[in-house]
């Protein structure tokens, strides 16, 4: 993505009155932006030891529960992200070489592709609906033909963790498209880009987190 040594020449114009220097805002911001990663790697971390204590308890309830999910729509929407987040970095790249409309088309298709992704979750999150696989207590195992009685924890764990996930890549989608009205207006170029290396970071930890998610849930189970 961005390099370190581009701060130094940040233009003395983008610097907020509270720093003293660009490089100072520049590593400052750098900070602040991981600091926020870290809290939402150990948010998500706190989940997966989660599912790895109760997986170990329950392995073949896991196994059951993954073979509900349709891995092929869960591997294409890895695909998506995978690609959303080359996308995403390349636009950070324009932006740098003052290559605008190739920033905007680059942020445009990464903004698609989190779309993308949010509607096969849709049509998953339907089909498990249609077929009554619910979360906890909610599940009716005689309905839907269990054969362990606690599924329902499978699936809390699946609608907790693609469900958060999910909010992320709202949450994304709604900074990377800010993010791109900026660059229209002409808010980032070769001298100033941090505002965009900060959601793009967040971008890539949204991509990481499901890369994470898709084997544990559709293919490990």
């Known amino acids: 993505m961005s390099t370190d040594n581009t701060a130094h020449g940040a233009h003395t114009a983008h610097v907020a009155h509270h720093f003293k220097t660009a490089e100072q805002q520049y590593s400052s911001g750098k900070e602040g932006i991981w600091l926020f990663m870290l809290t939402e790697i150990l948010m ?9 204590l109760y997986h170990n308890e329950y392995p073949a309830m896991f196994a059951e529960g993954a073979k509900s999910l349709d891995w092929k729509m869960g591997f294409v929407n890895t695909l998506v992200l995978i690609f959303s987040s080359f996308t995403m970095a390349i636009s ?15 942020l445009a298709t990464t ?9 096969i979750k849709y049509f998953e999150y339907q089909h498990k609906f249609h077929l009554g696989l619910f979360p906890g207590k909610f599940l009716d ?3 839907v033909g269990a054969e362990h009685a606690n599924l329902g924890l499978y699936f809390g764990f699946y609608y907790v963790m693609t469900g958060l996930h999910g909010i992320h890549v709202l949450l994304g989608m709604g900074l990377i498209t800010w993010c791109l009205i900026r660059t229209i207006r002409g808010d ?11 959601v793009g970071l967040f971008w890539h930890i949204v991509d ?7 084997p544990l849930l559709y293919l490990v189970g």
């Open 92 to 106: 950070i790249s324009f932006i740098q070489k003052n290559q605008q409309k190739k920033a905007v088309l680059a």
């Open 44 to 52: 998500f971390g706190a989940i997966f030891v989660g599912y790895a």
């Open 111 to 119: 903004v698609l592709c989190g779309a993308i992704f949010m509607v």
């Open 208 to 214: 990481l987190i499901w890369i994470f998610l898709f």
């Open 141 to 143: 195992v005689a309905k």
């Open 188 to 198: 980032f170029h070769s001298q100033y880009w941090i505002v965009v290396e900060g």
